[in-house]
């Protein structure tokens, strides 16, 4: 049974930093393609970032230069390293493993239950 379980969201001022962390189990996180989602109230989920089996990472635009995704292998968990944290950044995050391994995303193996960010002004 595959479970991912985020944490670190929290409030806080814009220009400051999260990181939030994705625990794996039942998957291994350097075996395919994770990403980090996000969805904000009255709007779409957007993908935020990927990080591909050989270690490639993908972003959105809007947050190249402020957020890094990556992975610790050892402890199986994701990571999204958040910087410069503006309020348009507030949502609720998820974390979820791509079913076929290629960052599409197009199929979804399981999702996190969700960690919220909120940034004030």
């Known amino acids: 049974q595959v479970q991912l379980v985020e944490s670190g969201g929290g409030s806080v001022q814009a220009g400051g930093s999260l990181r939030l962390s994705c625990a794996a189990s039942?998957?291994?996180?350097?075996?395919?393609?994770m990403g980090w989602f996000r969805q904000a109230p009255g709007k779409e989920r957007e993908r935020v970032a990927a990080i591909s089996s050989d270690g490639k990472p993908t972003y959105t635009d809007s947050v190249k230069g402020r957020f890094t995704i990556s992975r610790d292998n050892a402890k199986n968990t994701l990571y999204l390293q958040m910087s410069s944290l503006k309020p348009e950044d507030t949502a609720m995050y998820y974390c979820a493993a791509d079913r076929l391994g290629t960052c599409s995303f197009r199929f979804i193996t399981s999702w996190g239950q969700g960690t919220q960010v909120t940034v004030s002004s």
């Open positions: 039942g998957y291994t996180v350097s075996s395919g393609c």
